[in-house]
């Protein structure tokens, strides 16, 4: 009888082989199993911020300062009109990074002239990096929420409306479209505390208060000359604002014309009326942009230019305000008004951002300087 011989080598190198082919397709399913969950896992961790999953927090650089801290001096101008960064260079950190790569980053700081400690959150569109704006000055918009205002600025992360849309995507969608100016965008701290049992600050001077009003027309456009490319008259500088914010805004322009040329002013009021003016007459009144408007047209100029946007869902009050400041001193003199009605507006962000697309930021960039192409 014969019996089938067995090559035990051959068996053992099979079995092996099996074995390692097995384990293959076991690390092979553990590897896609990871990738898979990592995949469902990654817009959630990010979202909570949870490392390594974001760049929130991680230092921002937007070029070379006047310091030389960077490694390099900020270098020359393009022109005449461009003011290099002066430094020192503040210590920006991350707090959102949009689509397109640009970062919209935040820095805390002591403004030298008012003394107040805030946050200041900025953005440079993605035209700031462009080679052939490298030496050129950009304009800055001064974006200012409502209140409370004091630990944050919604227009510097919020997201409106159903289609999420932001200020900074805004910006960059309105240049593309031919509407806007590549703005700069400093997005400060309005009040110094939360806007509780009736107290709030007017974004001003108040005598024996934060100097607020300081804080915002000085330490933060002198934030921004010292870390990017800015203009050097005031042909580059706004303000747009909501609410309290449009308040403030109008008031800033109409307060200091030769530092600041145009505001969107959302929703605003009209007049300062914060209880902390009690006993401080003189001082509200200097604060009033209706007594400031008549004094600018008095004295014939400089000018300024102010968009007015409300909904027509609004607060009446504050439309008969509106409509009242604009027939008293609208385009009189170098008192030159915008009146945007948005229709079925409401008070809040998705509805002023409409606005501004559909009008208000092309009228105030019709009279803004804009970069100059350095090559």
Do not use: C
Not at 279 to 292: A, D, F, I, M
Request: no cysteine.
């Amino acid at each position: 009888m014969t019996y089938p011989t067995t090559d035990t080598s051959t068996e053992t190198y099979r079995s092996q082989g099996h074995r390692r082919a097995a384990r293959a397709r076991r690390w092979v399913i553990a590897g896609a199993s990871v990738v898979t969950l990592g995949l469902i896992a990654w817009p959630v961790m990010s979202y909570y911020e949870i490392p390594p999953f974001t760049d929130k927090g991680e230092s921002v650089s937007y070029g070379p300062s006047g310091d030389g801290k960077s490694g390099d001096k900020a270098g020359k101008p393009a022109d005449s009109k461009t003011l290099m960064p002066t430094g020192p260079a503040a210590d920006f950190k991350n707090e959102k990074t949009m689509s397109d790569g640009t970062h919209v980053s935040v820095v805390k700081i002591t403004g030298p002239k008012s003394n107040f400690t805030g946050k200041v959150w900025v953005w440079a569109p993605k035209e700031y990096s462009d080679p052939k704006f490298a030496k050129s000055g950009f304009p800055v918009l001064i974006a200012l929420p409502g209140g409370p205002g004091h630990d944050g600025n919604y227009w510097s992360v919020g997201a409106f409306g159903k289609d999420k849309v932001s200020l900074e995507g805004s910006v960059s969608d309105w240049y593309q479209q031919g509407k806007s100016k590549p703005f700069l965008l400093a997005m400060p701290i309005l009040n110094p505390g939360p806007d509780t049992n009736g107290i709030y600050w007017d974004g001003s001077d108040i005598p024996g208060q934060p100097k607020m009003g300081t804080w915002l027309t000085e330490d933060v456009p002198d934030l921004m000359k010292q870390n990017f490319r800015t203009l050097k008259s005031r042909d580059g500088w706004a303000f747009m604002g909501s609410s309290t914010g449009g308040f403030v805004g109008l008031k800033s322009v109409l307060q200091k014309p030769d530092k600041f040329k145009a505001v969107i002013a959302s929703g605003p009021d009209i007049v300062p009326d914060s209880p902390l003016w009690r006993g401080h007459e003189k001082e509200q009144r200097e604060n009033n942009p209706e007594v400031l408007a008549k004094q600018l047209i008095d004295r014939k100029g400089p000018d300024v230019y102010l968009a007015f946007q409300y909904g027509t869902k609004e607060n009446k009050k504050m439309i008969s305000d509106v409509q009242k400041f604009i027939a008293t001193y609208g385009n009189k003199g170098p008192v030159h008004t915008n009146l945007n009605v948005i229709e079925n507006g409401t008070h809040n962000g998705e509805t002023y951002l409409r606005g501004m697309g559909d009008g208000s930021i092309q009228w105030i960039s019709e009279h803004l300087e804009g970069p100059t192409p350095s090559s």
